[in-house]
């Protein structure tokens, strides 16, 4: 089931004042426009908060439809007028007649400045791909946070055996990738976060070879782990072939095509089964995984982290993202907690990424590496070494900078 919200606000109205004070303007137009577009007129609900013939308060009007609603608050004294019209699209797709009617009423008020916003709701899977105009969609943050984007068009949507998968083409980052409504990477700004995943503990390694990735199914972290002369094969473990597979499709310019490189071993598995499976030690661990949820809720326990620890080598090394501590600092600062409890040296670092809308906290943690202990002249060297000029976040000024947090952050996370 999915429907269309449409939203509309309009300013310095230049209709005739009555329009602004009667409803009855208002629900002969819009009565006339459902007849008109197909759709059914139930009743209507009128509040008039005039107290006299004299007053110029303005109304609030419903008119219920058997597709859902379309109402009306105006407020003559400012010129303004706030509408919005939903339409369910169970049986048709009522989507151009709700934009048929409400471009219908926006004419009525007269309005020198309109904004206007669709969203849609409902099941995502059930969702039109050729949209016509730019969509916003949506991610909660937590309770009472949420942000999103417009994309012109769904360029794949489909429920793999773990989650639901969504490319969008969005104006501003162009192809998107989101799993379960979570934007996950884009072509614009994906680096970053990629980049931050990898390089930093890269650095202060300095002979890192065998190289695992837990998650990473767009192949981001892939790609910047390629970049390096690696002489051993790297393994990556992806719970879901499906994002692996829309990843090749419409994510090359994120991943450079790296899951065809014949360095790469892909394991289609759980991240724990594998680990509980194979023996193979690393010198790194890069946990490029989803939230803190399902499919991948039970890689942020403490016994994972345990199992972790016991396949680095000596001086080896894990990163992983703890989530966002301005929104959920709890949930952030127990995962800390549960890597703290199996790891010597824990040392958070961070960054704002701006597809997720928030400051991200990463960490690196290890039995005896230190990541700050790396100075600016090694790191320069490192990157000259190995071509990785051409890095755009990452960078030897950049590296202590993801290193400072700021105090209260330092306060709510427990971090020295």
């Known amino acids: ?6 939203t509309s606000d309009l300013y310095d109205c230049d209709c005739a004042d009555n329009v602004l004070i009667e409803p009855e303007h208002f629900l002969g137009r819009v009565r006339h426009a459902v007849e008109r577009v197909g759709l059914t007129a139930l009743r209507d609900c009128t509040h008039r908060f005039s107290q006299g013939s004299c007053d110029q308060s303005g109304f609030t009007s419903v008119l219920l439809l058997a597709e859902s609603h379309i109402s009306v608050h105006t407020w003559p004294e400012m010129r303004y007028i706030s509408m919005d019209a939903y339409v369910c699209n169970h ?8 934009r048929d009617i409400m471009a219908d009423l926006v004419a009525l008020f007269e309005p020198r400045n309109t904004e206007r916003n669709e969203v849609w709701r409902g099941y995502q899977e059930q969702l039109p791909r050729d949209a ?3 969509r916003l969609y949506l991610e ?22 773990f989650q639901f998968i969504e490319v969008l083409d969005c104006p501003h980052w162009g192809r998107t990738l989101r799993l379960d409504e979570r934007y996950m990477t884009s072509e614009a700004e994906g680096f970053i976060y990629h980049e931050l995943m990898v390089h930093p503990v890269m650095a202060a ?26 002489t051993e094969p790297v393994d990556l473990v992806e719970i879901d072939p499906d994002v692996i ?21 892909i394991h289609v598995s759980d991240a724990q089964t594998y680990m509980t499976e194979s023996h193979r030690m690393y010198d790194l661990i890069l946990l490029d995984l989803t939230d803190e949820r399902p499919p991948a809720a039970h890689l942020y326990d403490r016994p994972f982290f345990a199992l972790l620890r016991t396949r680095l080598n000596v001086g080896g090394a894990i990163v992983l993202h ?26 958070p670092f961070g960054a704002y990424i701006p597809l997720y809308g928030t400051y991200l906290l990463f960490a690196v943690a290890s039995q005896s590496l230190d990541v700050q202990t790396v100075g600016k002249p090694d790191i320069g060297a490192w990157m000259k070494k190995f071509q990785l000029t051409d890095l755009r976040y990452y960078a030897p000024e950049m590296h202590h900078a993801i290193f400072s947090i700021p105090p209260f952050l330092k306060a709510a996370l427990c971090v020295t």
């Not at 049986?91 to 709700?98: I, T």
């Open 205 to 230: 390694h300095q002979s890192a070879s065998s190289i695992l990735i837990i998650g990473g199914g767009d192949g981001g972290v892939l790609r910047e782990v390629l970049r390096y002369p690696i």
């Open 91 to 98: 049986s048709n797709d009522n989507s151009d007649a709700a």
């Open 322 to 347: 703890c989530g966002s501590p301005y929104y959920d600092p709890t949930a952030t600062a127990a995962i800390l907690e549960r890597v703290r409890a199996e790891f010597s040296v824990v040392r």
């Open 245 to 265: 597979e829309v990843s090749k499709r419409y994510l090359q310019s994120v991943n450079h095509e790296a899951f065809d490189d014949p360095k790469v071993r």
């Open 140 to 161: 909660w943050l937590n309770d009472t946070a949420a942000f999103g984007f417009k994309a012109r068009s769904i360029l794949e949507s489909r429920r793999s055996q």
């Open 1 to 6: 089931m999915t429907g269309l919200h449409i």
């Open 132 to 134: 016509t105009e730019p």
